[in-house]
């Protein structure tokens, strides 16, 4: 069964600090794994896609990494701020040409992230 | 702007009654989706259309329809037959469904049954 599990579930940390965020997953045959953000009551917003050849990639103070042969990935918010406080969700694709159907994506329960003052 | 526009942003809907929510894009993307988020859980895919004039079902389409008769527009039609249909729903488009294309995703419209 394809799954997508991160954790923490939620994290609280003072405002300037780093935080790690964790996924795993089952979903095969992989295509590419996606971090978005969504703030309270609002859509997600992309932060990163990787492809299978990607190990790392950043946007800002956000770095995802992706290790294929583990089935796992992090995604690091470095100098956390104020606006940092948000659900982030990790989302993966399997190979829609390998068969199966519908859009291929499987969600995460998401990490709700607090940054406090 | 691009972008992606729901509305409403909340809706009230009474028992036995059919509501449609608004989607539309101005972003040129072919692919269309629909998803319910329910509190501690994760996307769940509702519908979705790859091109004008044509929908596929998601993995929990009981109880709602669509239609896509313009590009930009894919409302979703939450039926009298969805028994439990309190919650927060996200539109969606991509370029295509093609495996390297990124959502974006719209504002969310939360439906709550009174």
């Known amino acids: 069964k394809n799954q997508v599990e991160q954790s923490p579930q939620s994290l609280i940390i003072l405002e300037g600090k780093n935080c790690t965020l964790q996924?795993?997953?089952?979903?095969?045959?992989?295509?590419?794994l996606r971090w978005y953000k969504q703030d309270t009551g609002r859509g997600p917003v992309s932060l990163t896609i990787m492809t299978f050849s990607e190990n790392t990639k950043s946007n800002g103070r956000y770095t995802a990494t992706l290790d294929a042969d583990t089935k796992q990935s992090s995604l690091h918010i470095t100098a956390s701020q104020l606006s940092d406080s948000a659900s982030y969700i990790c989302?993966?694709?399997?190979?829609?040409?390998?068969?199966?159907?519908?859009?291929?994506?499987?969600f995460g329960k998401g990490t709700h992230l607090i940054i406090q003052p | 702007d691009g972008g992606i526009t729901q509305s409403p942003k909340y809706l009230f809907r009474k028992e036995g009654q059919n509501v449609t929510l608004s989607c539309e894009q101005n972003l040129n993307h072919d692919a269309m989706y629909w998803y319910r988020q329910d509190p501690g859980q994760g996307l769940r895919l509702i519908y979705y259309?790859?091109?004008?004039?044509?929908?596929q079902k998601g993995d929990i389409a009981e109880g709602y329809s669509v239609s896509r008769e313009k590009k930009e527009s894919f409302p979703l039609t939450v039926t009298s037959a969805q028994k439990n249909p309190t919650a927060f729903y996200l539109c969606a488009s991509s370029i295509s469904t093609g495996r390297g294309y990124g959502y974006t995703f719209g504002s969310g419209t939360r439906l709550t049954v009174v």
């Open positions: 989302v993966v694709r399997r190979d829609l040409y390998s068969g199966g159907g519908a859009d291929g994506l499987t």
């Open positions: 996924c795993n997953y089952t979903v095969s045959p992989f295509s590419n």
């Open positions: 259309s790859q091109i004008v004039n044509d929908f």
